[in-house]
């Protein structure tokens, strides 16, 4: 188990440590000076550009300049926003709550959801009801989030008033058109995942010796087959969660909701370039944190794993 | 059923073919049907279209669709269903293009990192993991920051973000592939190993990319869209489906029709492909088979 661990740990480790020199590099990629792209299109001389440079630490060498960029973020020095001068990381504090109240909110509905049809439509196995839940699947995942969005307004909160399409953030009614326009894809997504998990472990033998118990059907759904189709489900609903984040991103956008994902999309739009990094580094910290812990918990949910 | 598929298969009865169970799919012909509608319409735009797309008529602002303008006019009075028919050449283009793009670079990176091995290949799954990351989506948000906002730029930005899966799917085919008497034949009679990858290792292993390019066009398609809809790509006198439905949502209150209808374009074009590669899958995986 330890040596599992160990092993796991080190490899997100490495991963964290790319993270960082993508996102260091980002401005190097930029094209052109990357004293420009952090001053934007204000005119200034020659002269002030080396200074700038000489401020930044620009006109090191690029090892120096990542050990310095490690140094500061290690620190939780993110530096300042090229809009407003404010701490970055202070943005990012201020938004982050109501990103992942978002994205909880949808992982709710999308992992009920999501199981309860997958399990459903595993049950009634090649019925009508499997074919007609299997085509709503695959609909539900290619209606794309923000025209889901646009729907979601149209009919609850443009024309019937049920539902306020932007509301403050203390209003748990404003909640619900962004959280289902966010977990709907992934819903339909589980579902599709939990209805094959569960068809893989049908007709195994400790299902027909459930049956010669006397067990219901739906007991040995939901007790037998449910527990040994959980790794799945579980890569599943932890992948789930980094991807509602991500789809903050659009689903923030689209409700005007504040959250680190319009923080991004408003950063990108004005090439706030020490704002993007801050943001891109903490959704793929997130991402690869949230991945470190779900392969934790399969070693612990399976022994198979941490044996292996 | 089963057993009759059983009794034909040993009196040597002949099996279907694959593509006559294509053809009997539900999935894959009402996929192959949507796409196939939705591409004779971009590549028709020009003739079905009934204005230029950019003609603006102060006269006929936000007119409901009828037999005039099939799609309604728009805020300055442009015909929604003209921009709709060139906006679906654009969308498109933009998810096979990125595609195209992704399946070059990921292919390359992964037959490398297959061919060579050792610390070529830690190297190259190391970024291929650093990459991945990023969700996809992100992945080509960070490019756009780089590159700033504009079509061309959408269509680079997809495409880096679907390296990863490319390269994973190149590396792990060549090294399947490398281990084969062929290429130790190749290697005796004094070929390169320029000459091994591309004319004998990369003809091999094209089809499973190819197959993943195919279905990835649905996701590319989505995330153009997404990028345009955030305002990062196509600019607004350009008909794209993500912009339009964008632009057209000041105006939901009383003009549903200026972005419901793209919003319904993109919709469609990701489910074909999406019911397509759902189809290809039940009648090809052997599982799902017997």
């Known amino acids: 188990m330890w040596n599992y661990l160990g092993r796991r740990m080190l490899t997100s480790l490495s991963i964290l440590i790319g993270v960082s020199v993508l996102t260091f590099l980002m401005l190097h990629f930029v094209p052109g000076d990357p004293v420009r792209a952090l001053i934007g299109r204000q005119s200034v001389t020659p002269e002030r550009l080396e200074e700038i440079r000489e401020e930044m630490g620009l006109n090191k060498s690029l090892p120096e300049q990542y050990i310095d960029y490690m140094k500061k973020v290690v620190s939780g020095d993110l530096g300042r926003s090229l809009k407003n001068n404010r701490p970055v990381l202070e943005s990012i504090m201020e938004q982050f709550p109501s990103t992942l109240k978002l994205t909880f909110f949808s992982l709710i509905i999308s992992t009920t959801l999501g199981i309860f049809l997958g399990a459903t439509a595993a049950a009634t196995y090649n019925s009508w009801f499997d074919r007609v839940l299997s085509f709503f699947c695959i609909a539900g995942i290619s209606v794309p989030p923000f025209f889901l969005g646009l729907l979601l307004i149209l009919f609850f909160a443009v024309r019937n008033k049920l539902l306020p399409a932007v509301a403050s953030t203390n209003d748990w009614r404003g909640m619900i058109l962004p959280a289902v326009t966010l977990g709907f894809g992934e819903a339909c997504w589980l579902a599709r995942m939990v209805r094959s998990s569960i068809l893989d472990e049908m007709n195994k033998n400790y299902q027909n010796l459930a049956r010669a118990k006397g067990l219901s059907e739906w007991s040995i759904l939901w007790n037998h087959v449910m527990l040994n189709a959980r790794i799945p489900i579980i890569t599943a609903v932890s992948i789930q969660f980094v991807y509602l984040m991500a789809g903050s991103v659009v689903v923030e956008s689209i409700f005007a909701r504040q959250g680190i994902g319009r923080l991004a999309v408003t950063a990108i739009q004005n090439r706030d370039f020490p704002l993007v990094q801050g943001t891109v580094t903490i959704i793929a910290v997130v991402y690869v944190l949230s991945n470190t812990i779900t392969d934790i918990l399969y070693a612990v949910v399976d022994p198979r794993v941490r044996l292996s | ?290």
């Not at chain 2, 195209?100 to 799954?125: K, P, Q």
């Not at chain 2, 190149?170 to 399947?176: P, Q």
């Open chain 2, 1 to 290: 059923m089963n057993d009759i598929k059983f009794i034909q298969k040993s009196i040597g009865a002949k099996q279907p073919s694959t593509i006559s169970r294509l053809l009997h799919n539900f999935n894959f012909t009402v996929g192959m049907v949507i796409l196939i509608l939705l591409i004779a319409m971009a590549v028709l735009a020009p003739l079905i279209a009934t204005t230029d797309v950019n003609e603006a008529n102060p006269l006929t602002t936000f007119i409901k669709p009828g037999i005039e303008h099939p799609m309604g006019t728009d805020n300055i009075g442009r015909d929604v269903w003209s921009r709709f028919v060139f906006g679906g050449r654009v969308s498109l283009v933009v998810g096979l293009a990125a595609m195209v793009i992704g399946m070059i670079l990921g292919s390359l990176l992964g037959v490398v990192a297959g061919f060579y091995g050792s610390w070529v290949d830690s190297i190259l799954s190391w970024l291929t993991e650093v990459l991945m990351a990023f969700p996809g989506i992100l992945l080509a948000l960070t490019v756009m920051a780089i590159l700033g906002p504009g079509l061309s730029n959408v269509i680079i930005a997809v495409g880096v973000g679907s390296i990863p899966q490319f390269m994973r799917m190149a590396r792990s085919s060549v090294m399947k592939t490398r281990e084969l008497d062929y290429i130790d034949a190749a290697r005796v009679i004094g070929c390169t190993d320029a000459r091994i990858l591309f004319i004998h290792v990369l003809p091999n292993i094209l089809r499973p990319l190819i197959v993943l390019a195919t279905l990835g066009i649905g996701g590319a398609i989505l995330e153009g869209a997404s990028l345009s809809y955030l305002g990062l790509g196509a600019q607004p006198m350009t008909p794209e489906w993500g912009s339009m439905l964008s632009s057209g949502r000041a105006y939901l209150n009383n003009a549903w029709w200026i972005s419901v209808f793209p919003g319904v374009g993109i919709f469609l074009a990701i489910l074909s492909i999406n019911m397509i590669g759902e189809g290809l899958n039940e009648v090809i995986d052997p599982v799902n088979r017997q």
